[in-house]
């Protein structure tokens, strides 16, 4: 009767312990990263008798949790490459909500300011045309003030981002440490701590969506946790601190750093970060934010800078009348020190590098990297262009790109480098510096008059100043030989003496380039017809420089770049360059959100697989529930046939 006992008090034991199994996973059917649980049953050893073994009921011997090791990494993965791509794809955006079509953008503004140069153009001396065109170029700045602005207020936010979500890391990563000390505690016994795993794996899991993870196992039974190139995060029971630091490169950036338990810090790449939320904001900063900022700046480096050059080969209506002064102020080019370069003795740089432009028109939307090039000559650097890779070697007092390198004394040191940003600066620093309409330099300081008994056709149609070599006190007499465009020139000053003299011959289409001004004509002269080019001696009624101002318009002097042969090819308007940064930024966003819901799709996918392997199905609980309860049921029904047995056996033997 004992034996008969026994087994129905250990089937009710197993039926309790499956029932208690069942119970605990639809309790936790809806907790995040909850692996369904199995109460492990094995049949006793029976006992050898003389009629054969009897079986001796059953045991339980373990509760198990459903994992699949490989489909959890391949969640994990999923979810660290959907959080990088989504963020990447939420903050791209808001970087498009910058550069907006219509009336709201740089483009627009710009446009309405060479609108209001044809205005002046066509009424010089109206100073209601010249009020205009200031109030469009206090617009215009303040235009690309404001991107510059915005800009920096998408930088502010990443760099808060990192900052919370590296204390939200840094918050599992010492979760993970002290729940691999508790595994650790229970290592010596063969029952797994189920809960605590299914917690780790969690954390673990989140801690990718932040930074992307990779695992090592122990034998304890702890998981160590490594970030980028194989940093540290959680070694044991140890966690190390994720920092957000400034890039020693650029102090306005945002770097990663790890510090170690042992007082070490180690500094994390951002382009080793693979997936997580923070590799998307790294990306962000680095190349979009980056990208966009110098997009913008060189639109307003070459913008204000080709009308100062137009402005200051003009005479205003000060009396007397002057050159134009500048109308634009810009932001500098910068120089910045990387932190690690060599000091001195007060912490100050050894080395300096200063920059000056020399031509914006030239000017590339780009960063620069420069470090001397380790061949031991000095003043012999590497300047790297960052937005494309190209790397050349220069010299001290080269240009390139549009800008002059300078370096001070003492030279480079080895391994120092500096960050060039030619334009990144412009678009912030950029303001109207003119507030005189009397300033507004719209005549030329020559005007060119045809001949009275000319007989050909030409006539002026646009009188330029090419050079502020200029000397308008000089009076240029051109005079037509042949029917075919052959003529000779003379120069002469203020005493009508012959400065200089030469031939050339007139093609339609090209102009006539004397002494600093280039003269297009409309027709075709004849020979004998004669032009002069004299000093402008009515201002107020000239509109020569208003009408070079307002052909910028149609001029591709944004971008220019340098052939191999050394020529100069031209690169957009200012226009055109504003709509190109416009597609670059929305073909960027829309890539980002076809990547993000990609991703998406395929960490759905990573979740379901996962889910139908671990995931707790309540339907296939609830008949496992009932299942159980017959099972307990059952077995209290032997124990109490046993004990009706045993009863029965005690009242015979009275």
């Known amino acids: 009767m004992s034996s008969l006992m026994s087994i129905g008090m250990r089937g009710m034991f197993a039926a309790t312990a499956s029932l208690d199994v069942t119970g605990h996973n639809i309790a936790n ?62 903050q791209l955006q808001e970087l ?84 691999n000390q508790q595994i650790a505690a229970n290592n010596g016994v063969d029952q797994k701590p189920n809960d605590l795993l299914d917690q780790r794996d969690q954390l673990i899991k989140q801690m990718s969506a ?22 540290s995060l959680v070694l044991g029971n140890q966690a190390s601190q994720l920092q957000v630091t400034q890039d020693p490169d650029d102090t306005s950036r945002s770097a990663l750093s790890m510090s170690l338990p042992g007082g070490q810090t180690m500094a994390l790449r951002a382009d080793q970060l693979g997936g997580g939320s923070m590799a998307g904001l790294m990306a962000f900063q680095n190349e979009d934010l980056v990208d966009a900022r110098n997009q913008v700046g060189q639109m307003a480096m070459a913008f204000a800078s080709k009308v100062n050059d137009v402005q ?43 920059l000056s432009i020399t031509d914006a028109s030239q000017l590339q939307a780009s960063d620069y990297d420069l470090r001397p ?104 007499n ?27 011959t007139w093609t339609a289409g090209q102009p006539i380039s004397l002494n600093g001004f280039a003269l297009s004509l409309n027709g075709v002269p004849a020979s004998g017809d004669t032009i002069q080019v004299a000093k402008t001696t009515f201002p107020a009624s000239n509109n020569g420089n208003a009408l070079a101002m307002a052909a ?14 050394g020529s100069l090819a031209d690169g957009a308007t200012v226009t055109d360059a504003y709509a190109a940064t416009m597609a670059d930024v929305g073909v960027r966003t829309q890539s980002a959100k076809s990547a993000a819901a990609i991703s998406k799709a395929s960490q759905s996918d ?26 307990y049921q059952a077995s209290a029904k032997v124990l109490q046939v046993a004990q009706s047995i045993f009863d029965t056996m005690l009242q015979l033997g009275r």
């Open 29 to 90: 059917a809806s907790v995040k990263g909850y692996s369904r649980q199995q109460a492990e049953l094995e049949t006793a050893v029976g006992q050898f008798t003389g009629s054969g073994f009897f079986g001796k009921g059953v045991n339980v011997v373990n509760v198990t949790r459903a994992h699949d090791a490989f489909l959890s990494m391949q969640a994990t993965a999923a979810a660290a490459l959907q959080a990088k791509d989504d963020t990447r794809s939420s």
């Open 552 to 565: 910028l318009r149609d001029e591709a002097f944004v971008g220019r770049y340098q052939r191999s042969d």
């Open 373 to 476: 090039d380790g061949s031991g000559v000095a003043g012999q650097y590497t300047l790297t262009r960052l937005s494309d890779g190209l790397a050349r070697t220069i010299h001290d007092g080269d240009t390139v790109d549009g800008f002059k390198l300078s370096v001070g004394s003492p030279d480079l040191q080895p391994g120092d480098s500096f960050r060039l940003q030619p334009v990144a600066a412009a678009a912030g620093g950029m303001t109207r510096a003119l507030d005189d309409v009397a300033g507004i330099a719209a005549a030329s300081p020559v005007t060119a008059t045809l001949g009275t008994a000319n007989t050909g056709t030409a006539s002026v149609d646009l009188l330029k100043v090419t050079s502020s070599a200029i000397d308008p006190t000089q009076t240029a």
């Open 606 to 631: 990573a979740e379901s697989s996962l889910a139908s392997t671990s995931g707790v199905n309540l339907d296939e609980e609830a008949s496992k529930l009932i299942q159980f309860q017959q099972a």
């Open 312 to 354: 200051a080969l003009g005479l205003d209506l000060r009396d007397p009348p002057s050159a134009g002064s500048p109308l634009f102020t810009i932001g500098a080019p910068v120089a910045k020190a990387n932190q690690n370069n060599a000091k001195d003795a007060s912490g100050n740089y050894l080395a300096s590098v200063s």
């Open 96 to 179: 498009e909500k910058l550069f907006p079509a219509g009336e709201q953008g740089l483009g627009y503004a710009m446009g309405d300011f060479m609108n209001a140069a044809v205005d002046l153009a066509n009424s010089p001396a109206d100073s209601s045309a010249r009020q205009v065109l200031l109030a469009r170029a206090a617009d215009v700045a303040a235009r690309f003030r404001t991107a510059s602005d915005r800009l920096d207020i998408l930088q502010q936010g990443v760099t808060a981002d990192l900052k919370t979500t590296a204390d939200t890391l840094n918050g599992y990563a010492a979760q993970v440490a002290k729940i």
């Open 210 to 231: 932040i930074i992307q993870v990779s695992t090592l196992s122990a034998s304890d039974g702890t998981i160590s946790v490594f970030v980028g190139s194989g940093q």
């Open 478 to 504: 051109i005079s037509f030989t042949s029917g075919t465009g052959d003529y000779t020139w003379t120069l002469t000053d203020s005493t009508n003496t012959v400065v200089s003299s030469g031939t050339g």
